[in-house]
């Protein structure tokens, strides 16, 4: 069994990868950059979602030293609409160490690349095998489904316990070498083939092998953990506008969720508070505003990965005081038409999408 296994892997799923790759644009002129940025995009992001994010970053930032001397602002606004916008920070923060402290290069080790700020063993493996020919297995949210149903592995995906049984299932017929076609054939086995629903296990190459094909099972693996039900919370945000017709933006502090992103001011709804009162006092203890709330625009509903929110967005006027930056990173004062310039979390591009509908500022 074990001769057979490490044929099916080291030669019959190759074989089937040559065939039917998909011509992705980080296929082409592969460098370590380019392979890291794919794999940040990749990650909680489907291929077709992220192939124009791509293609616009590389225009832009072709290498570490492009990304490395942009500005934060404009780096958050290309990543726009991707989410897990943690990511796109971490790239710059690690572009600007690789050129500071490297010269801009890359370590060509997955053990060098795993020193670097913001790249964990997924990643180092990723770049280590596609950009170097490092021996090394990836082991990824498509890779694991492959592997829990070779193996009929009933353990919990996401535990450390199987997630081992699954990389040392993986090293064992990795063929020294050949990691780089190996690695994407696995990943593209599980995109195309391999999938959650509706496995094409006739088509398979690693059907001869395959645990769960053979019991008939595969679509019972990986294990399902059950999902917790999400907390909902509701969230007032302030239209606030001026007589020159601009609207007061804020800009999020690095360590909170969503940092670095622009929106229109706001905060959670405490217990026993209004909407219009819990705008109110947030835009006092953000900005230091006194302010009168006016009517309702629009509410946005969005879900996050750890809770469901409904963002309340109302008009606001300012009756005293001037903006200051006090629970937020940064403010401004900018025309309507010119707000999508920023880079805006899903729910408040949605407010913006409502805001240039409406057309006029309401009377209160």
Known sequence: MANLRARVFQ???PDWFTRHRRDLPWRHNRTAYRVWVSELMLQQTRVDQAIGYYERFMARFPDVRALAAAGRDEVMKLWEGLGYYSRAQRAHATARHLVEQRGGAFPDTYEGLLELPGIGPYTAAAIASLAFGRDHA?????VIRVMSRV????????????????QEALDAVLPRGKAAVFNEAMMELGALVCTPTKPQCLVCP??????ASAQGRAEDFPTRVPKKKLPHRDVGAGVIIN??????????????????LWEFPGGGVEAGETLPECIARELHEELGLRTKVGPHLVTVRHTFSHFRMDLHAYWVRVQRGKPKALGCAD???VPVARIGDHALPRADQKILAALLKHGEWPVF
């Open 138 to 142: 990836v082991l990824d949210g498509n």
């Open 243 to 260: 007589d020159r017709g601009e609207v007061l933006i804020a800009q999020r502090k690095e360590t909170s969720m969503l940092g670095g």
């Open 206 to 211: 690693l059907r001869k092998v395959c645990q």
């Open 331 to 333: 403010w401004a004062w």
């Open 11 to 13: 030669k019959d799923l």
């Open 151 to 166: 193996l009929a592995e009933e353990g919990a995906p996401n535990t450390p316990a199987v997630k081992r049984r699954l």
